[in-house]
């Protein structure tokens, strides 16, 4: 989630858009952002879970950011920043963007299938959702579950693929290339590309 919100970051138009990010704990990406100038927010120095009573005193400051700043969307990509960010947007008078990285909506039937761990910290998520007025999600399966399940319609939903997409990019020669990195012209390899300055 980090990293997407990182690189989501750099590409939206600052003509058009402007951006704050509130956070708590750190990180890697908070000396990068520090850096290039952007707008934070640290509403806390720990990494507390929802339940937490210190809930209340985050969605106090979220929704007294967010009224300051005259924020118009607010854009979650962890459940926890979700749960806050979503009651703080409503309280401010905010419109919700949910951005899915996590298994919220997933059948415990299709996680327990492939030995994925079951919490239940997801437990709430669909009453949470309620407060979006659009959710992004990155499978095909999550998508099928929000609207099985009418958690939410169809206009709500929106499934954007993480990625690249295959058919814009130029392939450079491998029987070149391999041979440079000494890797067996019969191997595959999967690479991962990430911006870390604009």
């Known amino acids: 989630a980090e990293s997407n919100l990182y690189n989501l970051v750099q590409v939206f138009d600052q003509n058009h858009f402007e951006t704050h990010i509130a956070y708590s704990m750190g990180g890697p990406y908070e000396p990068l952002l520090k850096h290039e100038g ?3 927010f640290k509403f806390a120095n720990r990494d507390y879970r929802v ?15 967010i009224r ?3 924020i118009d969307i607010v854009h979650t990509h962890s459940y926890s920043g979700h749960v806050w960010g979503s009651i703080a947007a ?9 951005h899915v ?6 059948s415990k039937d299709f996680l327990s299938s492939r030995g994925l761990e079951i919490t239940h910290q997801f437990d709430q998520a669909h009453y949470f959702a309620r407060l979006s007025d659009r959710i992004v999600v990155l499978t095909q399966a999550n998508q099928k579950y929000l609207l099985d399940k009418k958690i939410a319609d169809e206009k709500k939903v929106r499934r954007l693929l993480n990625g690249i997409a295959l058919p814009s990019i130029k392939w450079p020669d491998r029987d070149k290339i391999w041979p440079r990195f000494n890797v067996h012209p019969e191997k595959k390899i999967v690479l991962l590309a990430t911006r870390l300055s604009p």
């Open 90 to 98: 409503r309280m401010a008078g905010a419109k919700v963007l949910e």
């Open 51 to 65: 339940k937490n009573p210190y809930s209340l005193i985050i969605i106090i400051k979220l929704a007294w950011y």
């Open 101 to 106: 990285h996590d298994s919220r909506y997933e």
């Open 68 to 70: 300051r700043h005259k």
């Open 38 to 40: 952007k707008k934070l």
